[in-house]
């Protein structure tokens, strides 16, 4: 079964850290660009960071995260990090992530992806 499966959520208080993981099944990851996307609370998901294939040497993050996320990827495990530091209670929300080919590592985090998604992990930043 082909699937992307997103762990490493929870509950933190604002300033803390979390590192999220989206793991491969079915499927080499190595080849694809790997986007994380927020889904916050009455909101529609919009993309965090992105990250090319292979090396993973070129990443985007938007202005909201820049400086406080690192998206890394590990091709041996076939896994793709959010290490998510300095945490605010605006970045509460459900995070997915999603492949994608064919584009630049800018446009996969500018334009949200269609198709199906992961069950994602939920994020909650709160005192």
């Known amino acids: 079964q082909v699937q992307l499966v997103e762990s490493g959520g929870g509950l933190v208080q604002p300033g803390g850290s979390l590192r999220l993981s989206c793991a491969a099944s079915g499927f080499t990851l190595d080849r694809f660009i790997i986007g994380w996307y927020l889904q916050a609370p009455g909101k529609g998901r919009e993309g965090v960071a992105c990250i090319s294939s292979s090396t993973g040497d070129i990443t985007y993050y938007s202005d909201s995260v820049k400086g406080r996320f690192t998206i890394s990827r590990d091709n041996a495990k076939n896994t793709v990090y959010l290490q998510m530091n300095s945490l605010k209670p ?34 909650t930043v709160s005192s």
């Open 90 to 123: 605006e970045d509460t929300g459900t995070y997915y992530c999603a492949p994608g080919a064919g584009t630049s590592v800018e446009n996969m985090c500018i334009y949200t992806p269609s198709g199906s998604w992961g069950q994602g992990t939920q994020v």
